[in-house]
């Protein structure tokens, strides 16, 4: 995203400054068949050409993801790895018949709890190391993605526009307890209504900070599964 290039570095690091050449080789690791699969099992429907989905998935490239099913899928990871369908209501009384329909979202497992949990330990990172700016708690784990996405040279000279801008500005916060999922930018990119990368991020920033600090509950932390194993690694072996 910034023209540059780093050379070898961490998972840990590429997810927390959102290098897109490693989520773009993680994403060429994986067969198409478990990519739908993870994906769809966390309540994201790709987009599918003959088959196949495209490589600009790997950066969020893609159509057809709105703020309330963002914040479902970080949800999973907070929850150890199952997902549980947004919904906003939870039981239906009927005045006249006195009836009651109790709501019962659908819940799957959509990944090892394993997974979930280094998710969550990178995201966590990605926070901590100061690479994304969120609301904090005391004592409380935050784990946070962002991601911004270009607009094509194409549009800009249709509408007239001649400074750099971009399209989306996102922000994903959660803790064990909450996830939020933001969303900042125009429905619609005019030569008079646009957005630039300092301003998505100093709005995004803002609202995060805000969002999280009130929401977010004291004292929780990501537990540590019986499947996840901790040990020291000497750097270059």
Same mark, same amino acid.
């Given at each position: ?34 990519? #739908? ?7 994201? #429907? ?32 907070? $929850? ?10 939870? #039981?239906? %009384? ?62 800009? #000279? ?33 030569? %008079? ?27 929780? $932390? ?16």
């Amino acid at each position: 995203w910034d023209n540059g290039y780093k050379g070898v570095m961490t998972a840990l690091d590429a997810l927390a400054q959102s290098r897109n050449i490693p989520a773009l080789y993680a994403f060429q690791q994986v067969d198409q068949k478990d990519l #739908k699969e993870f994906v769809t099992n966390l309540g994201i #429907k790709p987009e599918i050409e003959n088959g196949y989905i495209h490589e600009s998935h790997s950066i969020g490239g893609f159509n057809g993801v709105n703020p309330v099913q963002m914040a479902a899928a970080y949800a999973t990871f907070a $929850r150890g790895g199952t997902y549980i369908e947004p919904y906003s209501v939870t #039981k239906i %009384e009927y005045a006249n018949s006195g009836e009651t329909y109790t709501v019962k979202p659908e819940k799957r497992k959509a990944m090892s709890d394993s997974t979930a949990y280094m998710i969550n330990h990178m995201l966590r990172y990605a926070v901590t190391s100061g690479n994304i700016s969120t609301g904090t708690v005391s004592g409380t784990d935050v784990a946070s993605k962002t991601g911004t996405s270009t607009v094509d040279s194409a549009v800009k #000279k249709e509408k007239g526009i001649t400074r750099s801008i971009i399209g989306d500005s996102w922000q994903m916060s959660y803790s064990p307890d909450y996830s939020i999922a933001l969303w900042y930018g125009y429905d619609e990119i005019t030569k %008079e209504y646009n957005l630039t990368t300092s301003e998505g991020n100093a709005a995004r920033r803002s609202i995060s900070k805000v969002l999280g600090s009130k929401i977010f509950k004291t004292g929780s $932390r990501f537990k540590q599964p019986t499947s996840v194993v901790s040990a020291e690694i000497e750097l270059g072996t």
